[in-house]
């Protein structure tokens, strides 16, 4: 008689391809990867382009200018950005290249969204991504000077056109800096405390802390002092 044995819970245990396994501890906490729960679809790709129009026409409303450009190729250069953007969406589901970037950004953005491991194939990257992103926490105070500027510099000829694209425009900055601060913050926990196996940090290159601090600030003091030592040799 032979007697077979079912396999333990143990053996059955999925693991990725390095062998790992799927459910790994971290610390006293059981953290599960974010492997197969966001899967990439070409309608979150037209969200870059969406927001590129949803702050690119209120700019050109209130002053005419986008990048700067003025007048039609002004809207030609936002259309075209725009255009490539949708474009690059819409292939992603043909192009291989494409479907895989997408498929691994949405697992970068879920684990890091929900503090779960990503795999071994994506943890040292999004390690990478999460401290970059910390340090370019300045942007969220920069954000809300963007849409005064924009809102100094704007013509006020016609109200019925430029109130609309005013509204709009704070609107859509608002909302970039709330999502700025939900990255930032999420970001910062997973530097304080990396789901998955304990590794090293990754290495961090020459010009990244450029990225912020005193250098940067430095760096902003300087570009502006060549600005004006350039205007006045100019006149």
Not at 120 to 135: C, F
């Amino acid at each position: 008689m032979i007697v077979r044995t079912a396999p333990s819970p143990v053996l059955r245990r999925p693991v990725w391809p390095s062998g790992d396994p799927v459910t790994v501890r971290h610390g006293s906490v059981t953290v599960r990867p974010a492997a197969s729960r966001a899967p990439a679809t070409w309608t979150a790709g037209l969200l870059l382009p969406a927001v590129v129009l949803g702050l690119g026409v209120p700019r050109m409303l209130l002053t005419g200018d986008y990048a700067g450009l003025h007048g039609y190729a002004a809207w030609a250069l936002l259309a075209a950005v725009a255009g490539v953007g949708a474009a690059l969406a819409l292939l992603t589901p043909v192009v291989p290249a494409l479907s895989r970037r997408a498929a691994e950004v949405a697992r970068m953005r879920h684990a890091l969204r929900t503090h779960t491991d990503p795999g071994p194939d994506l943890r040292a990257r999004l390690d990478l991504s999460a401290r970059r992103v910390l340090r370019l926490h300045w942007m969220g105070r920069a954000m809300p000077v963007l849409p005064a500027v924009l809102l100094l510099q704007a013509e006020w000829d016609s109200p019925a056109t430029s109130l609309p694209a005013a509204v709009v425009l704070v609107a859509g900055y608002t909302a970039l800096a709330l999502w700025h601060r939900r990255q930032t913050l999420a970001a910062a926990w997973w530097v304080a405390d990396r789901p998955g196996p304990a590794r090293p940090a990754p290495p961090v290159p020459w010009w990244e802390p450029w990225l912020g601090g005193r250098r940067l600030l430095a760096l902003s003091g300087g570009y502006v002092l060549l600005v004006v030592l350039v205007t006045l040799l100019a006149r």
